[in-house]
């Protein structure tokens, strides 16, 4: 079987594309035909018969395709033109390829009218200097603003300004105005009406202005914790200050600053415009400056990471409300109490250094001013070591009653109470920005209220009384976004503040009165006194003509006093006795035994009256003299083999066996 194959000739595409030749303005209903000769005698038909091209949408310059066979054509406007305009009488020489696009382009020029050019200039009128794009201007031949004008072509014109001034029209010579259709984004439409003058050949600009379509803005600063700063001179909502922005990127960043706001003393910021829109603009709030006590906000309100974002639409005040993280510091004391006359952390004797009750009293300012009624008060007491701390619960008093009168403390007989601890949200101890006072209401065990206290880096000539204490200003820094605290206008370095605290120990005094036959007193008679503890001898000391021997300025503890020397015709004691001082006794044993109490202090750490004066008469027997209340002094008599001592004044007698 045999065929003949014919392949099909390879087509290639004509196009026309024409514009305005000042205005560039499609020109719709343009007509262009092709010819197979210069002369444009022989219509040059395309494949499917036609051979015009015709520009048929006012929205494109381009015409229909022709499709040709590949070769040389000839292209001349018809005689229909676009109105307004002068035919086209150029022949356009054009060659089409085979599987391409080829095209004919041309420009419409206008008849025997000169036109002018319209165009108009938008500014802000808050900023001069800033144009207005986006503003769409309808041009009228009538001051009514009812007959649109119409351009070179015929069709209606309008003018779009841009970042400079506007597109051009191009327009025949006379007065027209000029009317906003649709206003730019953020601004408001205006129904002003401006004349135009357009001359022949020239360019006639409007200038105009517009004002911002505008909403309005505030900011109101509450705080996170208000239990803790209602009232509270520490912290405070006025001085906080925010940064507007146009954009997350820039509240981030904190660059291009729209405006800022600063809070007053309710934490309210005055009212900001700022332009809007009909849906509303975002703007994005940021804190630059936290007020004093707070911190930044970091996004525990809800905002993301401290960032709020506000709509502000149009004729409308839009509220921003920060809820501020307030600033507390975990105000890391440790305190350890110290014997002021050893300078150890030992007390001593059978003194202790446990027991001692301190008061951390806080007032609600930053200045370091102590005077009046504290706002809050905590109270702690010394381990068995002397030592507290400010985290160790245990360390901690809620709830305390003191003891009798005779208690060395400002508190005695009365009941003290803790403020209620605040914890984080990790669960840890904090406390307020403002002052805080350190100092001891009650000491240790056998110790006096009396002695220093001071930072464990300072020397002994800082130190300040025990009872006055010691002050610190707990503050928020917000540069370096950290809580300072300040001693002595320095601010404290570590991660403790230590105070080291020093008491003096109650010193006792033992006398011994030796008598002879007729309680006559003896002189010459000489004792030696030693520690029991450790068998270190004190001292001795020999009667003198009243018959005393005085052995003073002894720390509290057991002792064993000897008779090594008697007077002529006597018996040496043939037992040593062993004293307690001070001589203790429990309220009970007051009651019961009626003792004068008003010669003892009362030792709230051990809950024992302590007599530290101690007499002792040693005759051929003791004899224990007990005051009694009202001075009328009984006797009770205690045997001693070979010896008899009178304790006067509170004395704790037992037997040495020495035998």
Same mark, same amino acid.
């Given at each position: ?24 303005? +499609? ?7 092709? !010819? ?37 054509? !000839? ?15 150029? +022949? ?83 007065? !027209? ?13 205006? #129904? ?16 105009? &202005? #517009? ?32 940064? +507007? ?38 703007? !994005? ?91 809050? +008060? ?38 003290? @109470? ?10 840890? *101890? ?21 002695? &220093? ?80 503890? #450790? ?28 008779? *090594? ?24 044993? *007051? ?27 040693? @005759?051929?027997?003791?004899?224990? #003299? ?20 009178? *304790? ?12």
């Amino acid at each position: 079987i045999y065929y003949k194959y014919t392949p099909k000739p390879e087509y290639g595409y004509l196009y026309l594309a024409k514009r305005g030749a000042t205005t560039h303005d +499609v020109l719709l209903g343009a007509e262009y035909y092709v !010819y197979k000769n210069a002369s444009c005698t022989s219509y040059a038909n395309d494949k499917n018969g036609n051979h015009t091209l015709r520009v048929n949408s006012e929205n494109s310059p381009y015409s229909n395709r022709l499709t040709y066979e590949p070769g040389t054509y !000839y292209v001349r406007e018809s005689s229909k033109v676009p109105k307004g305009t002068r035919r086209d009488t150029a +022949v356009y020489k054009v060659t089409v390829k085979a599987g391409q696009s080829s095209w004919v382009s041309s420009k419409g020029w206008n008849e025997d009218i000169e036109y002018g050019v319209a165009r108009i200039r938008k500014t802000d009128n808050t900023d001069p200097s800033k144009t207005v794009p986006g503003a769409t201007y309808r041009i009228y031949k009538d001051k009514a603003c009812t007959i649109r004008a119409k351009s070179e072509l015929g069709k209606n014109i309008q003018l779009v300004t841009t970042a400079e001034n506007s597109n051009t029209v191009t327009v025949a010579p006379g007065t !027209y105005y000029i009317k906003e259709y649709k206003a730019a984004e953020g601004y408001l439409l205006s #129904d002003a009406v401006y004349p135009i003058t357009v001359t022949r050949g020239s360019t006639g600009l409007v200038e105009v &202005t #517009d004002s911002p379509n505008t909403g309005s803005l505030k900011l109101k600063k509450e705080s996170a914790d208000p239990d803790i700063t209602a009232d509270n001179k520490s912290y405070s909502l006025k001085g906080a200050v925010y940064g +507007v922005y146009g954009s997350k990127a820039d509240a981030g960043k904190d660059t291009n600053r729209m405006a800022v706001l600063t809070t007053n003393e309710k934490g309210e910021t005055e009212t900001l415009e700022l332009k809007s829109g009909t849906e509303g603009i975002p703007y !994005y709030i940021k804190e630059i400056t936290p007020s004093a006590g707070f911190e930044l906000c970091d996004g525990t309100d809800g905002s993301d990471q401290g960032i709020h974002t506000v709509t502000v639409k149009t004729g409308k005040t839009a509220v921003v409300t920060c809820r501020e993280p307030v600033a507390t510091g975990d105000f890391p004391l440790e305190l350890q109490k110290y014997d002021e006359d050893t300078g150890l952390a030992k007390p001593q004797g059978t003194a202790g250094l446990e027991g001692a009750v301190f008061a951390i009293e806080y007032w609600n300012n930053n200045a370091g001013n102590t005077s009046g009624i504290p706002d809050a +008060v905590w109270y702690y007491r010394t381990d068995k070591k002397g030592h507290f701390s400010i985290k160790n619960m245990d360390d901690f008093i809620s709830r305390y009653t003191f003891g009798k009168n005779q208690s060395q403390t400002e508190y005695a007989g009365k009941t003290i @109470t803790s403020s209620p601890l605040k914890q984080n949200e990790d669960g840890n *101890i904090c406390f307020y920005m403002g002052t805080y006072r350190v100092r001891e209401i009650s000491p240790p065990k056998l110790y006096q209220l009396s002695g &220093t206290m001071r930072m464990s880096w300072e020397s002994s000539s800082k130190g300040v009384p025990v009872t006055e204490g010691c002050v610190f200003v707990m503050g928020y820094n917000e540069k370096t976004d950290t809580v300072d605290y300040k001693y002595a206008d320095k601010v404290i370095q570590g991660d403790n503040i230590s105070i080291n605290a020093y008491d003096q120990v109650h010193l006792n005094m033992l006398t011994v009165t030796k008598y002879g036959s007729g309680r006559k007193p003896l002189s010459g008679v000489t004792y030696k006194l030693v520690r029991s503890s #450790d068998g270190t001898e004190i001292e001795t000391r020999t009667t003198g003509s009243d018959g005393q021997a005085v052995f003073q300025g002894l720390v509290p503890g057991e002792y064993i006093l000897t008779e *090594i020397q008697t007077a002529e015709g006597y018996n040496l004691l043939k037992e040593a006795v062993t004293v307690t001082l001070p001589y203790q006794m429990t309220e009970k044993e *007051i009651l019961d035994k009626g003792a004068d109490i008003s010669k003892a202090y009362f030792d709230e750490a051990s809950q024992t009256f302590c007599f530290e004066t101690v007499n002792y008469d040693i @005759t051929d027997s003791a004899h224990f #003299d007990m005051p009694l209340t009202g001075g009328n002094h009984k006797t009770m008599y205690l045997l001693l083999t070979g010896a008899l001592g009178l *304790i006067t004044a509170g004395l704790f007698l037992r037997r040495h066996t020495n035998r």
